[in-house]
Protein backbone atom coordinates (compact mmCIF):
# COMPACT_ATOMS: atom_id res chain seq x y z
CA UNK A 1 0.00 0.00 0.00
CA UNK A 2 1.46 3.21 -1.02
CA UNK A 3 1.29 6.14 1.58
CA UNK A 4 2.47 9.72 1.15
CA UNK A 5 2.20 11.60 4.24
CA UNK A 6 2.75 15.15 4.68
CA UNK A 7 3.61 17.22 7.73
CA UNK A 8 4.61 21.02 8.63
CA UNK A 9 1.79 22.94 7.61
CA UNK A 10 0.47 25.87 9.84
CA UNK A 11 -0.25 29.90 10.39
CA UNK A 12 2.58 31.96 9.70
CA UNK A 13 2.73 35.55 8.84
CA UNK A 14 4.50 37.12 5.89
CA UNK A 15 7.96 37.33 5.98
CA UNK A 16 8.19 33.85 7.62
CA UNK A 17 9.34 30.44 6.91
CA UNK A 18 7.68 26.92 7.37
CA UNK A 19 9.12 23.49 6.09
CA UNK A 20 7.48 20.97 4.98
CA UNK A 21 7.94 17.23 4.92
CA UNK A 22 6.30 14.38 2.66
CA UNK A 23 7.50 10.62 4.31
CA UNK A 24 6.20 7.91 1.81
CA UNK A 25 5.69 4.08 2.07
CA UNK A 26 5.47 1.24 -0.57
CA UNK A 27 6.96 2.89 -3.64
CA UNK A 28 10.80 2.49 -4.42
CA UNK A 29 11.67 6.24 -3.60
CA UNK A 30 14.80 6.45 -5.60
CA UNK A 31 12.94 5.55 -8.58
CA UNK A 32 10.38 8.73 -8.18
CA UNK A 33 10.25 12.19 -9.45
CA UNK A 34 9.10 14.16 -6.13
CA UNK A 35 7.30 17.02 -6.44
CA UNK A 36 5.19 19.77 -4.30
CA UNK A 37 1.66 21.45 -5.70
CA UNK A 38 -0.70 23.23 -3.93
CA UNK A 39 -4.48 24.92 -4.31
CA UNK A 40 -6.09 27.49 -2.99
CA UNK A 41 -9.33 28.03 -2.73
CA UNK A 42 -11.48 28.67 -5.56
CA UNK A 43 -8.26 27.68 -7.88
CA UNK A 44 -7.29 24.86 -9.75
CA UNK A 45 -3.98 22.65 -7.87
CA UNK A 46 -0.57 23.75 -9.44
CA UNK A 47 2.97 22.68 -9.43
CA UNK A 48 5.28 24.49 -7.11
CA UNK A 49 8.52 22.23 -7.30
CA UNK A 50 9.90 19.06 -8.19
CA UNK A 51 12.90 17.19 -8.03
CA UNK A 52 13.93 14.63 -10.18
CA UNK A 53 15.90 10.89 -9.03
CA UNK A 54 18.59 12.82 -9.75
CA UNK A 55 18.28 15.61 -8.14
CA UNK A 56 17.45 18.04 -10.80
CA UNK A 57 15.32 20.82 -9.51
CA UNK A 58 12.21 22.37 -11.19
CA UNK A 59 10.29 25.25 -9.56
CA UNK A 60 7.21 27.31 -10.40
CA UNK A 61 8.30 31.27 -11.27
CA UNK A 62 6.70 32.58 -8.61
CA UNK A 63 8.14 30.63 -6.10
CA UNK A 64 11.75 30.48 -7.38
CA UNK A 65 14.37 32.13 -4.88
CA UNK A 66 12.02 31.47 -1.73
CA UNK A 67 11.21 27.87 -1.86
CA UNK A 68 13.67 24.76 -2.11
CA UNK A 69 12.72 21.77 -2.66
CA UNK A 70 14.96 18.55 -1.28
CA UNK A 71 15.37 14.64 -0.67
CA UNK A 72 16.48 12.15 1.40
CA UNK A 73 16.51 8.53 -0.23
CA UNK A 74 17.60 6.90 2.87
CA UNK A 75 14.67 8.41 4.40
CA UNK A 76 11.97 7.86 1.83
CA UNK A 77 11.65 11.44 2.03
CA UNK A 78 11.27 15.07 0.67
CA UNK A 79 11.17 18.45 1.72
CA UNK A 80 10.24 21.76 1.07
CA UNK A 81 11.75 24.99 2.53
CA UNK A 82 9.62 27.80 2.35
CA UNK A 83 11.01 31.36 3.10
CA UNK A 84 9.56 35.05 2.39
CA UNK A 85 6.08 33.67 2.55
CA UNK A 86 3.52 35.94 1.04
CA UNK A 87 -0.26 36.05 1.54
CA UNK A 88 -0.80 34.39 -2.04
CA UNK A 89 1.12 31.05 -1.00
CA UNK A 90 -1.97 30.33 0.95
CA UNK A 91 -3.25 26.89 0.32
CA UNK A 92 -3.00 23.35 0.64
CA UNK A 93 -0.11 21.81 -0.35
CA UNK A 94 0.13 18.23 -1.68
CA UNK A 95 2.79 15.78 -2.14
CA UNK A 96 3.23 14.18 -5.10
CA UNK A 97 5.50 10.67 -6.10
CA UNK A 98 5.86 10.33 -9.87
CA UNK A 99 6.88 7.19 -11.60
CA UNK A 100 4.35 6.95 -14.88
CA UNK A 101 1.91 6.92 -11.58
CA UNK A 102 0.66 9.59 -9.79
CA UNK A 103 0.30 9.24 -6.28
CA UNK A 104 -0.48 12.30 -3.63
CA UNK A 105 -1.02 12.67 0.11
CA UNK A 106 -3.66 13.96 2.11
CA UNK A 107 -2.59 17.61 1.67
CA UNK A 108 -1.17 19.95 4.67
CA UNK A 109 -2.65 23.33 4.76
CA UNK A 110 -0.51 26.39 4.54
CA UNK A 111 -2.16 29.94 6.02
CA UNK A 112 0.13 33.43 5.94
CA UNK A 113 -1.54 36.06 7.11
CA UNK A 114 -1.03 38.83 9.99
Known amino acids: QVQLVESGGGLVQPGGSLRLSCVTS????????MGWYRQAPGKQRELVAT???????NYADSVKGRFTISRDNAKNMVSLQMNSLEPEDTAVYYC????????WGQGTQVTVSS
Open 96 to 103: NARFGKDY
Open 26 to 33: GITFESYT
Open 51 to 57: IRRSGIT
